[in-house]
């Protein structure tokens, strides 16, 4: 259990807590045996009576990377696990061998673990010895799953039907009328069961034969009408290999999962409610079979998260990659958790994001400042503060060689925090060059501009009072130098420094010392504000990334990558962390200091 000031725990009231602690109360799980046997691969979550326990399980499907939508769902499976003292399987949902890849296994368990869930699967008390924890595979279960379905069929619950496709959807009717039935339906449970494995054993084509649950072909849910269970298809699995040339549908192959693994809340979004009276049928003939014990998973739904400018589907991130619109699934612009955290997102931020958009049964979109906020919330006691010059141009002090003496340096000291005075002070050097923002000089100055202008004085932060004299543009007009000359005696944190008045502040950095550097600036990726309905030309947004070559505080030659720092008046930043640029200084920004988008 986390403590209560700890962003992970569930805090906010939602139906789920109310659902788990009546469970707990009533002892809902307290008599659960165990169903399947060693060898189906379930042993991994075998165990002694496992009482007061909940068990909850994050199931994705390895088929990409994860978004911020999973992030949603892990948060909520691990933290009500760690909350109310159960535990979270990591499962991967790896029924579909075509789409799915071992880089996708790899990416999902690198970002459960980078959310701060790696212990949840890492080590269970209650396994001694179990080799993965609380990872699990569907893959595992192909055993008993192909028991279950011979099962449903001897018992007349399934049935091998040889219709095409075609025929197949034609069949299954619409809200308005009734499916009709196979020809194949009326098949007696040997002939059936003759048929599932020829299946098997690959005497079938692919897409001959599928078997199908003997339900109701006139239910008003359409996932009752016959549901398919098993298809043939030669495929090699990442885990089984070429073992199995039939796999398990989704619905079929999930509540057995959840059922084998003694799941007790199967907690999912909102569009798999219509397949609950599927789920429930499924797992009450498998424990009236004797095939597993109750009492059964049950499953839960809640609305999914939505973001506004954030495509939050596995299918169009994968059609950004693939398109090549985006550098890769984790592209700081990418809402996948490999983009987030290469663009400076804490699992701090996202936890507190993910709790504050509530668990709820309403849908609804959650406006991308939000995400930013919780961002720049968990950033700004934690960043390190640093001065960076994004746009830069020369300033040089006329005077300098005469005041200070040539080649001088004078060292220059600025809190490493200003609200936390014992994490230090940071040190930089000012000399006779220094770079600052191109957009702090004006050669005509608009009202209320304080800035560089000539005649006007300015304070470089943590530095010396300079009036500014004026500027070289260069043949295209464009500003090429700005020059000005040091004040005497009105260096910041001397006594009598303040003594001069000035209305503007400055950042900059030394010419002679500032570590060059590129940095490249995000925005929205998708303009859209609901996006994934429409053309993804028209959502894109053209201008999600711009690159400039800058220049930061030397001490920046030490920035981990992870490690973000805040920019005194350009937001929040993290050195890039992608193979692509190691050795070299990129910076990400993860978000300005306040939300600027559309102003
Ligand atoms: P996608 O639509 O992007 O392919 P998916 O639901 O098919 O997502 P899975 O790998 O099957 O992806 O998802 C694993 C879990 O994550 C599921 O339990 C699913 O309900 C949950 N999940 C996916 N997207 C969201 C979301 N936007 N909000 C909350 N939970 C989500
Ligand atoms: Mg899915």
């Not at 403590?3 to 569930?10: E, G, K, N, Q, Y």
């Not at 699990?136 to 496709?165: I, K, N, P, T």
């Not at 039935?181 to 040997?190: E, F, M, N, Q, V």
């Not at 690959?202 to 098993?230: C, F, M, Q, T």
Request: aromatic share 10%; proline share 6%.
């Amino acid at each position: 259990m986390t403590s209560s000031a700890d962003t992970d725990s569930a805090k906010t009231s939602n139906f789920l807590r109310h659902v788990i602690e009546n469970d707990l109360a009533q002892g809902t799980y307290a008599s659960r045996g165990w169903g399947g046997s060693p060898g189906d691969g379930a042993h991994h979550a075998a165990g002694m009576a496992d009482p007061a326990r909940i068990r909850t399980r994050f199931p994705p499907e390895p088929n990409g990377y994860l978004h911020l939508g999973h992030a949603k769902s892990i948060w909520l499976n691990f933290s009500l696990a760690r909350e109310y003292g159960g535990v979270c399987h990591l499962r991967f949902d790896d029924t579909n061998p075509e789409k799915e890849e071992q880089e996708f296994v790899d990416a999902i368990r690198d970002a459960v673990r980078w959310l701060g869930y790696d212990t949840d699967f890492a080590d269970d008390p209650m396994q001694p010895g179990a080799l993965r924890g609380h990872e699990y595979f569907a893959s595992d279960y192909f055993d008993f799953m192909y028991r279950a379905a011979e099962y449903l069929v001897q018992a007349g619950h399934a049935y091998v039907d040889e219709q095409s496709a075609e025929q197949m959807r034609a069949n299954r009717g619409d809200f308005s009328t009734p499916g009709t039935p196979s020809p194949y339906r009326s098949r007696t449970p040997a002939e059936n069961l003759a048929r599932l494995r020829a299946m098997r054993a690959g005497e079938l084509a692919d897409g001959a034969a599928v078997l199908r649950a003997k339900i109701d072909l006139a239910s008003p849910n359409i996932n009752l009408r016959d549901p398919a269970l098993y298809r043939i298809r030669r495929a090699t699995h990442h885990n089984t290999g070429d073992a199995w040339c039939i796999y398990p549908m989704y619905t079929f192959a999930h509540p057995i999962e959840d059922a084998l693994e003694r799941i007790t809340h199967s907690i999912c979004t909102l569009e798999f409610e219509d397949q609950r009276p599927f789920y429930d049928w499924l797992l009450e003939r498998l424990s009236e079979g004797g095939l597993l014990q109750a009492p059964p998973p049950h499953q839960y739904e809640f609305a999914r998260l939505n973001v506004t400018h954030v495509l939050t589907s596995k299918r169009k991130l994968r059609q950004l990659v693939e398109e090549g619109r985006v550098d890769g699934w984790d592209d700081p612009r990418m809402p996948t958790l490999a983009g987030l955290r290469r663009r400076g997102y804490t699992p701090e931020a996202l936890k507190l994001f993910c709790e504050r958009s509530g668990v709820t049964k309403a849908g609804g979109w959650i406006d991308y400042a939000s995400l930013e906020t919780a961002l720049r919330e968990t950033l700004d006691p934690a960043a390190p503060r640093a001065m960076a010059v994004l746009d830069p141009v020369k300033l040089v002090i006329t005077n300098w060689d005469a005041l200070m003496g040539a080649g001088v340096l004078d060292a220059c000291r600025a809190p490493v925090h200003p609200h936390a005075p014992e994490r230090g002070q940071r040190q930089f050097h000012f000399g006779r060059e220094l770079w600052i923002e191109r957009s702090d000089y004006e050669q005509n100055p608009p009202k209320g501009y304080h800035r560089l202008y000539p005649g006007n004085k300015v304070r470089l932060k943590y530095g010396h009072v300079v009036e500014c004299t004026g500027a070289t543009l260069d043949a295209q007009g464009r500003v090429s130098q700005v020059q000005a000359v040091l004040i005497p005696d009105t260096k910041s944190g001397t006594p009598g420094a303040d003594a001069i008045k000035v209305k503007g502040v400055i950042t900059w950095v030394g010419a002679h010392d500032a570590l060059a550097c590129e940095l490249r600036l995000y925005e929205r990726l998708l303009r859209a504000e609901q996006p994934g309905s429409g053309e993804l030309d028209a959502e894109l947004n053209p201008d999600s990334l711009r690159v400039t070559q800058g220049y930061v505080e030397p001490a920046l030659a030490s920035a981990a990558p992870g490690t973000a720092y805040q920019f005194e008046r350009h937001g929040y930043f993290v050195r890039d962390a992608s193979a692509k640029t190691a050795g070299q200084f990129v910076f990400n920004r993860a978000c300005g200091l306040r939300d600027s988008w559309g102003k």
